[in-house]
């Protein structure tokens, strides 16, 4: 036997739990497979000769990874797009806040062993190693925002060992949680959508002040005045407020029912309001879609308003939209469609029609308005902090605003893209948020590290997933594999003979695919796609 032959991670020890899960040609070089350890599902790789071996979940919503794109030594989860490195289990894109265990190879007489320790044989994630405060550093870093990108830049200083102060300070009544899902189970628990008990911010010295809102900004003073009079110092800011939802503007806007989704409280009061009752959803883009797929159960009528043909026109297109209104309409949902509300009549104050601009009128109880959201940039009026037309704050690829240590992150933010050569974009995806905050913790540490992540999103509609990757804005034709009328498909949409984005339902792991093709730079070309081969999509 030549040692050279073997691969040796070290001895396992009486630590450890030790199985044979494989012959060493039972891989080739770019395959994955799901072993079992002790009865743990581990995720076994091989790559360049050499086997790894990690958990087999993703840390985000336990998408099974075997199902995923393996690229060189990172796997991308098929579901939403979270990547994880296959040699450490480290994540390396988002969404997601924990990492993969990692556990220890050897390859002896050309059979594979994988070793757990036996203190973490029931472990499916791990959070990556982290410092905590010093009490004797005044230097402060002040996050604007409780949401993901301000809760991954306070995790990503903490695992770099920044050790001042970190101060994080949100308008909502909840720590860090998971906003996408108020939209797609509306009567979630709370502890089901928090994202890091009390517990794990005071471990690690992350001060999070719910119920506390920024007012002004005075970037001369590194000082941030709240709504309530307090005032904080920083040597950092980060301003990441995201967005909030656009209200109605018509007459009957301010009747009891009209229902805005912004908060968890927002979520159970939409939830309570509608059991049994008419509901009456304005928006056919993702939150309303969404709102309306949940409502199926719940209302006792569930109608739907939108301003062009089809839902996600101009974000899917038709064919998908077409798609999408067949699902709700199977299940009793109205449309209408190419209309607008022009005015919410009411009784004794609350809501009891809907006058619609063609003249049609639509009994409710609740009405939930989904019709675009506003940068929550309003408190840097007077500030030296650029914005945009739109009230984005503009920021360059390392996070940075126009003023010295001001960086901002997430849905507030205009960005250069990278895939789209730089071009100023605002990405209100929940992955993007995460992969901003990290960049911009890297670089209040003086870590260079530019945003080069690609857009990655999802939709959920009465039980079935549309995954999306890339920048769609501007595309002139769809390329369509499979057939969308039977609910399993592939779309690439095409701008200047180029692939900018897909999207897929049933056809995983497609989009997880284009997306790494897209992160490391690769033209994908329309005649690519009109191709009957697709093996291109496996890099």
């Not at 905050?437 to 260079?448: D, E, F, K, Q, S």
């Not at 180029?498 to 093709?517: C, G, H, I, K, N």
Request: proline share 4%; net charge neutral.
């Amino acid at each position: 036997m030549n040692p050279k032959e073997e691969q040796d991670q070290g001895e396992a020890s009486e630590e450890d739990v030790t199985e044979l899960v494989c012959q060493e040609d039972d891989l080739r070089d770019g395959q994955m497979k799901v072993v079992s350890v002790a009865e743990q599902k581990v995720l076994l790789v091989r790559t360049e000769g050499q086997y790894s071996a990690v958990g087999s979940l993703c840390s985000h919503y336990n998408a099974p990874l075997v199902k995923g794109a393996l690229v060189g030594n990172r796997v991308r989860c098929p579901f939403h797009g979270a990547c994880f490195n296959i040699k450490t289990g480290d994540i390396e894109e988002y969404p997601g806040l924990d990492s993969l265990p990692c556990h220890r190879v050897n390859v002896v007489d050309g059979k594979v062993f994988v070793s757990i320790k036996k203190k973490t044989l029931k472990q499916t994630r791990r959070v990556k190693e982290m410092c905590s405060v010093l009490p004797n550093i005044a230097h402060t870093v002040l996050l604007i925002g409780g949401g993901p990108a301000a809760l991954v830049c306070a995790e990503t200083l903490r695992q770099n060992c920044y050790r001042g102060r970190i101060v994080m300070v949100t308008k909502d009544t909840l720590p860090p949680f998971d906003k996408p899902k108020l939209s797609k189970a509306m009567n979630v628990d709370r502890n089901g959508i928090v994202l890091r008990s009390p517990e794990f911010f005071q471990q690690y010295g992350i001060e999070v002040r719910t119920e506390k809102e920024a007012a002004s900004v005075n970037t001369q003073d590194k000082a941030v005045t709240m709504k309530d009079g307090g005032v904080q110092r920083y040597d950092r800011l980060l301003i990441s407020t995201g967005c909030r939802a656009k209200p109605l503007s018509c007459p009957g806007s301010d009747l009891t029912g009209v229902k805005l989704l912004q908060s968890y409280e927002d979520a159970k009061d939409i939830d309570a309001s509608c059991l049994g009752r008419k509901a009456v959803v304005v928006g056919t883009s993702f939150i309303g879609m969404e709102v309306a797929s949940y409502l199926v159960t719940k209302a006792c009528s569930v109608s739907i308003v939108g301003t062009s043909k089809y839902p996600y026109e101009r974000s899917l297109g038709p064919e998908i939209g077409k798609m999408t209104m067949r699902m709700l309409e199977e299940q009793n949902v109205k449309f209408y469609m190419n209309d607008g509300v022009a005015e919410i009549r009411g009784e004794n104050g609350s809501v009891r029609e809907v006058l619609l601009k063609s003249g049609k009128i639509l009994e409710a109880d609740v009405l939930i308005a989904g019709i675009g959201v506003i940068p929550n940039s309003d408190f840097l009026a007077g500030s030296e902090v650029e914005v945009d037309s739109k009230k984005a704050v503009v920021v360059d690829k390392f996070m940075r605003t126009n003023v010295g240590d001001v960086f901002s992150a997430g849905d507030v933010t205009s960005f250069p893209l990278t895939i789209r050569g730089d071009q100023r974009v605002s990405v209100g995806h929940w992955q993007m948020s995460q992969a901003q905050g990290r960049v911009a913790a890297l670089n209040m540490l003086n870590i260079p590290t530019k945003i080069e992540s690609v857009p990655f999103f999802w939709t959920a509609l009465l039980g079935k997933s549309i995954r999306y990757a890339g920048y769609g804005e501007g595309y002139t034709e769809v390329v369509f594999k499979g057939k969308v009328e039977d609910r399993k498909f592939l779309a690439f949409y095409i701008k200047d003979d180029t692939v900018v984005a897909a999207a897929s339902l049933m056809f995983d792991p497609a989009v997880a695919q284009l997306a790494e093709l897209m992160a490391a730079g690769r033209r994908v070309t329309k005649a690519q796609t009109q191709a009957e081969d697709l093996s291109w999509l496996q890099m």
